[in-house]
């Protein structure tokens, strides 16, 4: 028996399908049972029209008498996709640049790539939108990421609705169209398109995965996360910490696990439902987690020795070998303005940066050979033939968010603080890439993973931010196998394509809400042969990020130049991003944008300037903002925005940044009543952060202990000199702020950011010790750890001090926090506004 896809069952199901069938149609001809089950039938199906999902019932078509035994059952038929739809197997992995993996030049070994590039097709002129969740938004919903909400990435959401992190209602994901259309749909890796301010137990969960139509979710919510220890792990909605117990853990393995476990059990339950599987692993984002295996095999091949020049120029000549790039294309200056060259460092510094580098490539080989494995899964389950596997590589380009120099804890780039090579060297080198660093490479190697292009991610205005490798496979379609297509392409032209290839149509109205237009052109014209060369189909493009941007109009590209290095996150930002200073270039001719034509072109310039304004507009990208790191302290909506007093209960663990209460730039003040057990206290009572930066208030062998955790960097500790005996305790940590606020940067001012102030620590009333903490956390605590209180999950604050999940052996009787929150004077206001319009 065959399904409605024409996929063949198992030999045992497809008896137990028969047998039911013949039960209900006992006078049906054998063939008519086996070709179409009668409608009514417990294994009846249907596939449908698909413009209003979900599809409305059918009438009842059976009949009821007053007796059962005079009537006629009538089951609603299952819907199913239309015959021969394909499984789709969708992948992408994230900050990798055009030039990193082998499939497109690169030296890091990448065969799962190569293999279904081999098996299909190699995709050149490929784009993002050059950030994480604006290109994972415009992915799953073929809009772009303006008018998907996604401006900018979820934790730096503004109250605009082209930036507020939202997916709206009129734009229904990729899994909610093939879920209603009878697909098996789940999403294993990294979800950034939730808002963090819903990422907690109190939901609400419709912008999670499985409310934006995934039947199943494992990975974790927000933009990275520790592959060794990871905070924010999910399935579906419930927080899970494997790593506790599973000795060895990293989560690319982990996530492999679980999707070839899925689709087993799917072929094994229901062999005839096709299925979308959305891969999404946090390789190669930072942290570079690869496990020691795969690092000693990329450091046997000495790739990186001779430097980043060299490098570039050893791939740049292999994308001209493969034909990935053309011929007459041009490799970019190196911006020796901006970056050393190699021999300008010492050879300490060098032996630096070729760790990390190692570390790069192994963490990228690792997650391509975990994605190889799932691939084979699908083979190895008799579906490959019919299956689109569609391996995007990278939702950006390469990240410069590791530092000229590289970092061992990216939290602390994030802050505006740079950690030096030799402290790297002497700290951190044998650690680098283990559960003990957050770590990121070097800009220079970026630069270079981006060959042949300029610049980087967060840059939307040249191709090293936004030129992805892809490649395409269907076997049993696809016949070019190993051809090249060079059509320009972007990553809302993905929905439009699986929906065309499944016979599935665009839907008009999805749960009683009519749907915007998708923006994307599908690229099955391109699986045919004969269309290798055939002109692309998607003529107008329009790129921007932080204020930064471009558009792309029939071969032409007018971009802003870039006047902020991808590195350089915080600090004042341009006041008037919309007044643009044009680059132009031909790059129907000019591949790698290296020609700027604008002052020979003037009337082009003006005639792509009024596109931009048009596609800005129609597209919610207005307000232009070229802040960065400034919008992660911006207030959002959540269950304790504008809330100065907290009451905690005596254990919980798990609650997300995203809706914890916020105590950076302010003073503030723990006061917890605990009961002391005989024998003396010990554990957790509330803490924020972990291993790379975080607080920690709790009993150390009967002590009690408030501790700062200053990026890694430093472990500042407030420990009262005697140990507590049995019995009820009050303890009180307050810090009184020095700084005047967050409220300093809408006069785009960090002056109040970051300041120090005094921390005191009481027992019972009397102050045990005061201490002056000279500088404090500006913007973000460790984004993959969680608040817990009670306990701690993830990692510690100290690992000197204790492991987790340190549980208070106590009892907390009453946890409470009073956040206070400086607010500017009148003074401050006019001494801001004035120096704000000075910049003007």
């Known amino acids: 028996m065959t399904g409605t896809n024409g996929r063949s069952c198992p030999s045992a199901i497809s008896a137990s399908v028969a047998a039911t069938a013949l039960l209900v149609t006992l006078s049906a001809p054998a063939v008519a049972q086996q070709a179409q089950p009668p409608l009514g039938s417990p294994s009846a199906t249907r596939s449908i029209e698909g413009l209003q999902l979900p599809a409305p019932d059918l009438p009842f078509g059976g009949t009821i008498a007053r007796d059962a035994l005079e009537s006629t059952a009538f089951w609603q038929p299952r819907i199913t996709p239309p015959e021969g ?17 082998s499939t497109f030049g690169g030296v890091i070994p990448t065969p799962a790539l190569d293999r279904v590039a081999e098996m299909g097709l190699s995709y050149t002129n490929m784009h993002s939108t050059a950030l994480c969740s604006p290109t994972r938004a415009a992915l799953i919903t073929g809009r772009n990421h303006h008018s998907a909400g996604f401006g900018v990435i979820s934790e730096q959401a503004t109250g605009f609705p082209g930036y507020d992190s939202v997916i709206t209602k009129d734009k229904a994901t990729i899994g909610t169209i093939l879920q209603q259309n009878g697909y098996s749909t789940s999403w294993f890796g990294k979800n950034h398109n939730t808002p963090g ?8 969960f419709d912008q999670w995965p499985i409310g934006m139509g995934f039947d199943y979710f494992y990975g974790f919510m927000g933009g990275d996360t520790s592959q060794w220890t990871p905070g924010n792990l999910f399935r579906n909605t419930t927080q899970i910490y494997p790593n506790e117990t599973q000795e060895g853990f990293n989560l690319i393995t982990a996530m492999a696990d679980e999707a070839i476990d899925y689709m087993v059990q799917l072929d094994t339950i229901a062999p005839e439902q096709p299925f979308l599987v959305y891969y999404a692993p946090g390789g190669t984002h930072a942290p570079h987690h690869p496990t020691p295996e795969w690092i000693k095999k990329i450091e046997d091949m000495k790739l990186f020795d001779e430097g980043w020049n060299k490098l570039r120029d050893t791939i740049f000549e292999n994308q001209k070998k493969l034909g990935v790039i053309p011929q007459d294309a041009e490799l ?17 510094e060098q032996k630096m940066f070729i760790r990390q580098a190692n570390v790069y490539a192994a963490y990228l080989a690792y997650t391509d050979h975990e994605i190889g494995r799932v691939i084979q899964a699908v083979e190895d389950i008799g579906e490959l033939d019919n299956t689109l596997i569609i391996y995007i590589s990278g939702d950006n380009g390469s990240s410069a968010e590791g530092t000229l120099v590289g970092t061992p804890n990216e939290v602390a780039m994030f802050n505006g603080v740079e950690v030096p090579v030799e402290a790297q060297l002497k700290n951190f080198y044998d650690l680098w890439g283990s559960e003990y660093t957050y770590n990121h490479m070097a800009v220079p190697w970026t630069w270079a993973f981006n060959t042949p292009f300029k610049w980087t991610k967060q840059i939307s205005s040249h191709f090293g931010g936004t030129r992805q490798g892809m490649a395409i496979a269907w076997p049993k379609v696809i016949t070019d196998k190993g051809g090249i297509r060079n059509q320009f392409a972007h990553v809302i032209d993905i929905v439009p394509t699986i929906l065309e290839a499944a016979n599935v149509s665009e839907p008009s109205v999805v749960n009683g809400i009519a ?9 099955v014209y391109t699986f045919d ?17 932080f204020g930064n941007y471009a558009i792309y109009h029939e071969g032409w590209m007018l971009v802003d130049k870039v006047t902020r290095p ?3 996150t915080a600090g004042p930002q341009d006041p008037t991003p919309s007044k643009p200073d044009w680059e132009l270039y031909h790059v129907a001719k000019d591949w790698t944008q290296n020609h700027d034509v604008a002052a020979e072109n003037p009337e082009k310039v003006k005639e792509l300037e009024a596109i931009w304004w048009q596609e800005a507009e129609r597209n919610n990208v207005l307000p232009l903002d070229a802040s960065v790191v400034s919008r992660l302290v911006t207030p959002r909506p959540s269950a304790t925005a504008g809330r100065t007093e907290f009451s905690f209960p005596g254990r919980m663990t798990g609650i997300s940044n995203g809706v914890a209460p916020s105590i950076l730039n302010a003073s503030y003040t723990f006061t917890a009543e605990v009961t002391v057990p005989e024998g003396g206290g010990d554990g957790m009572i509330i803490t924020q952060g972990g291993r790379f930066t975080g607080y920690g208030f709790y009993i150390n062998k009967g002590k009690p202990t408030f501790t ?46 970051g300041k120090g102030g005094t921390g005191e620590l009481k027992v019972n009333g009397t102050t045990v010790l005061s201490q002056k903490m000279e500088q404090t956390i500006p913007f973000i605590l460790a984004w993959d750890e969680n608040m817990d209180i009670g306990s701690d999950t993830g990692t510690p604050v100290n690992d000197k001090a204790y492991k987790i999940p340190f549980a208070f052996n106590g009892t907390i009787d009453s946890l409470k926090l009073t956040v206070d929150r400086p607010k500017l004077g009148e003074a401050d206001k006019e001494r801001l506004k004035a120096a704000m319009a000075a910049q003007n």
């Open 566 to 568: 991808s590195w350089v």
């Open 85 to 101: 739809a394909p499984n789709v197997l969708l992948i992408i992995t994230d900050d990798v640049g055009f030039g990193a993996p």
């Open 708 to 753: 700062w955790n200053l990026l890694g960097l430093k472990i500042l500790s407030w420990e009262a000199p005697d140990v507590l005996p049995a019995g009820k305790h009050s303890l009180e940590f307050a810090f009184t702020y020095d700084g005047i606020g967050a409220g300093t940067l809408a006069f785009n001012d960090f002056s109040g950011i």
């Open 529 to 545: 042969a004969a269309n290798a060369d055939e002109p692309s189909r998607r003529l107008t493009q329009y790129f921007e990020m």
């Open 515 to 523: 749907q915007s237009p998708m923006d994307g052109t599908s690229l």
């Open 332 to 348: 970019t200056p190196w911006p020796s303005d901006l970056l050393k060259n190699w021999d300008e460092h010492t050879p300490d």
């Open 197 to 204: 301010y819903t990422t907690s137990m109190a939901g609400p």
